[in-house]
């Protein structure tokens, strides 16, 4: 049965996974049960991707690192057991929700996010990967950052996206000449 508002990938234990597509009428919710269904899974078209910050084996950023990598910039919602400090993990995604949460909070924010472009989710990326990088340039040294993996995944991204948006400002001159 194919829905009619998109699919939803849902990175849950399975009772959670069961009851966010029950309230997530009308749309086609498909739980995940590690971290390879769910990169899997992110290659087909999804409207949004949920993950559970218990979920998986890697850290949620990581898992959000992969989805990237892979060209997927469709909204990522990351449900935690408690309220993410402001210069940590939330900021890399698209939206935060604290467990447990509602039915009406669940369903509100999938419908946001899913309306959200792949440009406007690439725009609030690029935000927050900009933000974390100036927090991590002041806390780390330049030795540090030279050796740190996340400082250079971090990197990587920002240019990736920069990249893009050089080439959309490129495509809007190019109609306009």
Do not use: H
Not at 81 to 98: I, K, Q
């Amino acid at each position: 049965m194919a829905s009619q508002n998109g699919r939803v990938i849902a990175a849950a234990t399975a009772e959670r996974a069961d009851e966010y597509g029950d309230w997530l009428d009308g749309w086609d919710v498909e739980s995940v049960s590690d971290d390879d269904a769910l990169l899997d899974s992110v290659e087909g078209e999804a409207a949004v991707v949920l993950i559970e910050q218990s979920f998986g084996d890697s850290p949620p950023e990581r898992l959000l690192d992969r989805i990237r990598e892979r060209g997927v910039d469709r909204p990522v919602v990351l449900l935690c057991e408690s309220e993410p400090e402001a210069d940590g993990l939330a900021v890399r995604f698209t939206e935060t929700l604290v467990t447990p949460t509602d039915e009406a909070t669940l369903l509100e924010t999938v419908e946001r996010v899913a309306a959200l472009s792949e440009e406007e989710v690439q725009k609030r990326e690029y935000v927050s990967l900009a933000a974390t990088q100036a927090v991590l340039e002041l806390q780390l040294s330049p030795s540090e950052r030279q050796s740190s993996e996340e400082y250079d995944r971090l990197t990587e991204r920002i240019d990736a996206l920069r990249d893009r948006a050089d080439g959309s400002l490129d495509d809007v001159g190019d109609q306009l000449a």
